[in-house]
């Protein structure tokens, strides 16, 4: 491993344990094993450092989401099963918690800035997403920007919400649940 990945590395480390506020270049250098010096070779600021840190996360997190996707499969199980593994990176993620976490805490603005930041990649994903099925006919017209919004709020409502007061929904039920709403909404079917 280069010293550029070295650095990368540990700074994703140190935000992921101390968050954004939390830390120091001088954390990075001693945990990268080179003098901070060698940082700014690289990198100008800690911020732009993180966000290196967070852009790449956010290209790994678009991965999974696309990975998701399998074209015989209907447009609501791959938009389920993207968003299952667009939620289950950040849940997984320890720089994601972090930044949560200082958010809650601190009010941070570079940590809510970049969770803002995976918010916005996500909802444009979700649009895209939309905007291909609409123009396949898969699914009504409708505006992508706002579904995409409703769609993944009602997600993390369903996922993480829920769990607050409730027993976690399993990963079927959550699927069943945003077909309900999303597919067949609450007016009653023929023959119910």
């Given at each position: 491993?280069?010293?550029?990945?070295?650095?990368?590395?540990?700074?994703?480390?140190?935000?992921?344990?101390?968050?954004?506020?939390?830390?120091?270049?001088?954390?990075?250098?001693?945990?990268?094993?080179?003098?901070?010096?060698?940082?700014?070779?690289?990198?100008?600021?800690?911020?732009?450092?993180?966000?290196?840190?967070?852009?790449?996360?956010?290209?790994?997190?678009?991965?999974?989401?696309?990975?998701?996707?399998?074209?015989?499969?209907?447009?609501?199980?791959?938009?389920?099963?993207?968003?299952?593994?667009?939620?289950?990176?950040?849940?997984e993620h320890h720089l994601?918690?972090?930044?949560?976490?200082?958010?809650?805490?601190?009010?941070?603005?570079?940590?809510?800035?970049?969770?803002?930041?995976?918010?916005?990649?996500?909802?444009?994903?979700?649009?895209?997403?939309?905007?291909?099925?609409?123009?396949?006919?898969?699914?009504?017209?409708?505006?992508?920007?706002?579904?995409?919004?409703?769609?993944?709020?009602?997600?993390?409502?369903?996922?993480?919400?829920?769990?607050?007061?409730?027993?976690?929904?399993?990963?079927?039920?959550?699927?069943?649940?945003?077909?309900?709403?999303?597919?067949?909404?609450?007016?009653?079917?023929?023959?119910?």
């Amino acid at each position: 491993m280069d010293k550029r990945q070295r650095i990368v590395a540990a700074a994703e480390r140190s935000f992921g344990l101390f968050g954004y506020k939390g830390t120091t270049m001088d954390q990075v250098a001693k945990l990268a094993g080179v003098a901070k010096g060698t940082i700014y070779t690289f990198f100008k600021t800690k911020e732009e450092l993180f966000n290196e840190i967070i852009e790449n996360l956010i290209n790994v997190m678009k991965e999974r989401a696309e990975k998701a996707i399998h074209s015989q499969d209907s447009f609501f199980d791959n938009l389920h099963r993207a968003l299952f593994e667009v939620l289950e990176f950040r849940k997984e993620h320890h720089l994601t918690l972090k930044l949560s976490q200082e958010v809650r805490e601190i009010g941070t603005e570079k940590a809510k800035g970049a969770l803002d930041w995976f918010e916005a990649e996500i909802l444009l994903f979700i649009e895209r997403y939309l905007q291909s099925a609409i123009a396949k006919g898969k699914i009504v017209p409708c505006d992508p920007r706002k579904t995409a919004f409703v769609m993944l709020h009602l997600y993390i409502a369903l996922v993480f919400d829920w769990e607050e007061n409730e027993e976690p929904l399993s990963s079927q039920e959550v699927a069943e649940l945003l077909e309900r709403y999303l597919v067949f909404g609450l007016k009653p079917r023929v023959g119910e």
